[in-house]
């Protein structure tokens, strides 16, 4: 539209989604988990259109290609599409009715879960969503065909087969062990004739989306105006969604609080340029579930000695780089304690590890490493006379990763670590960085490990994961001991063992978790600001009589 505030361009996250309590009326969640309002759809007004935005236009709309992973395409896609299972509020999950009738585990050894599925639900074009999707979507993940360019094959690749008998609406899903997250891996994404084929599954969804098999299908993307619409899956078999429309714009943070100032969004995505555009009333925080971290290049280096990254990590001051991304936006500043698991997650005040800084510990550890720490106010640590040097690139277009940047360059230096921050374009990132591995430091944020610490394993293993930029296969115990603990007790001994290893080891540093911080207009209900939970979009819309 002519004279409008949203421009494309822009990075940051934000979810929303619930599932509503029989009997509920319109409320502000208690649970700083979602602290979305939450009504009854009954108080729903039928139709509408929502306003949301995401911060960059997809490069492939394909969510398990691995050129989404870390993008918004899941929270982009999120009206179109459903799972046999709902992530719940505690991270928890429940079989969803519209597409499975039951997830049920029928054997323990071998680990088998059997999916009857609700033959009601189709694709976009109308075909069934069977068991033959499923088999041909797990080909496609297991990671055992390199044509095919996935995200991650974890979780897919634990799977032994999937069998069905005569009813292609049911099939049992067999693992080679039980793992607490396999509730995520018995489902299909896409359907077989996009999963069946390495051509499609990688290049046919850059420029357009993937089938749709939820309540709103996507109508146009329009990237010369950073436009995406979605409006009602005639298909659509379950309850009639209440809104008419769902509109997503590509833009910036601080672009979305302006153009939700000028009424042009309905919810808006905020970091601390835009916290100060909107009214306060309008703002909801909830429990991040993305955290910052800083992952160390332990296969180049001064880095591959591991008392040289244990400095690293003692020298960082997580406790001001939590508070420098929560304070701005109104929110209680947390410090991630956890690679496996955040805050509100099970387990995560069990197998958590708080650290304080020690600049004396840093030193220390240099001096042990060979360095000679010298220089007062301005130290420097000095091997053969050389200072010690370390390269930190972040992407072009995030202010907030470019300050993070620079004061982990500021708190390093303290011990005597010069740091060279260097901001790399967007578009070249991937192949000039990530790829090569051309880096000493790199901090970016990753989401949850959800259902189980197992989903974080790509992040340490193996060596030539997409997900796993440390350089090296990490030697932590196995990933496997959530498999092996025979009750609750030695779940979490085994996964305490597994985080102290993961820490000592240095090669991943959590520093904070960034708060969902989140404008949303009055009268919009069942969207907004969560850790975990999905919305429902159903049931997603404006209250009625507002």
């Not at 619930?18 to 409320?27: H, I, L």
Request: glycine residues 8%.
């Amino acid at each position: 539209m002519a004279g409008s505030i949203l421009l494309v361009g822009g990075c940051s996250w934000f979810s929303g989604d619930t599932e509503q309590p029989e009997g509920a009326t319109t409320q502000q969640a208690a649970d700083t988990r979602t602290a979305w309002e939450r009504a009854d759809v009954a108080d729903v007004e039928p139709g509408g259109t929502l306003r949301l935005a995401v911060a960059e236009q997809p490069t492939n709309f394909n969510p398990a290609h691995a050129d989404a992973a870390g993008s918004e395409v899941e929270r982009l896609l999120g009206p179109t599409s459903g799972n046999a299972v709902r992530i719940t509020a505690d991270g928890g999950w429940e079989v969803d009715p519209d597409y499975a009738r039951d997830v049920e585990v029928v054997d323990e050894d071998p680990f088998t879960v059997r999916v009857r599925l609700n033959p009601d639900a189709v694709w976009q074009g109308g075909t069934a969503i069977t068991a033959r999707d499923m088999t041909a979507y797990w080909k496609a993940l297991r990671g055992s065909d390199d044509a095919y360019q996935v995200a991650s094959s974890d979780g897919w690749d634990d799977i032994e087969d999937v069998t069905t008998d005569d009813d292609p609406y049911e099939y049992e899903v067999e693992f080679e062990d039980r793992r607490p997250d396999w509730p995520l891996f018995v489902y299909p994404r896409l359907p077989a004739n996009a999963s069946s084929k390495p051509k499609t599954f990688n290049t046919g969804f850059v420029d357009r989306p993937t089938s749709s098999n939820g309540p709103f299908v996507v109508t146009s993307v329009d990237e010369s105006t950073g436009t995406i619409t979605q409006e009602r899956n005639p298909r659509w078999w379950g309850e009639k969604p209440r809104l008419s429309k769902v509109v997503w714009r590509v833009a910036q943070p601080a672009v979305q609080a302006a153009a939700f100032d000028a009424d042009e969004l309905d919810v808006a995505t905020l970091d601390a340029e835009g916290y100060d555009k909107v009214d306060e009333d309008r703002v909801q925080h909830a429990g991040g579930s993305q955290w910052s971290h800083l992952t160390v290049n332990a296969g180049r280096g001064a880095l591959r000695d591991v008392e040289v990254r244990r400095a690293v990590a003692a020298a960082l001051d997580r406790e001001a780089l939590a508070a420098a991304v929560a304070t701005p936006v109104g929110a209680e500043p947390s410090t991630a304690d956890s690679v496996l698991v955040l805050p509100g997650q099970a387990g995560y005040d069990e197998v958590a590890e708080p650290r304080k800084r020690d600049l004396a510990e840093a030193r220390s550890l240099l001096e042990e490493a060979g360095y000679e720490v010298s220089g007062g106010e301005a130290p420097k640590a000095t091997k053969d006379g050389d200072q010690l040097t370390l390269t930190l690139p972040v992407v072009g277009g995030s202010p907030s990763i470019a300050a993070r940047a620079k004061s982990i360059a500021a708190q390093l230096a303290e011990v005597g670590i010069a740091v060279e921050v260097r901001s790399v374009e967007p578009d070249a990132f991937t192949a000039d960085v990530l790829v090569p591995l051309d880096f000493d430091l790199l901090t970016f944020s990753w989401g949850p490990s959800l259902l189980g610490a197992e989903a974080a394993r790509d992040r340490f293993r193996p060596i030539t994961s997409t997900s796993n930029f440390t350089g090296v296969s990490s030697p932590a115990k196995p990933w496997n001991v959530a498999r092996d603990a025979e009750d609750e007790d030695a779940l979490v001994d085994a996964l305490r063992d597994l985080e102290a290893d993961l820490r000592k080891d240095a090669v991943v540093v959590p520093l904070a978790v960034t708060p969902s911080v989140v404008a949303v207009r009055e009268g919009v209900v069942n969207v907004g600001a969560t850790s975990f939970e999905q919305p429902q979009w159903t049931t997603v819309g404006f209250r009625a009589g507002d």
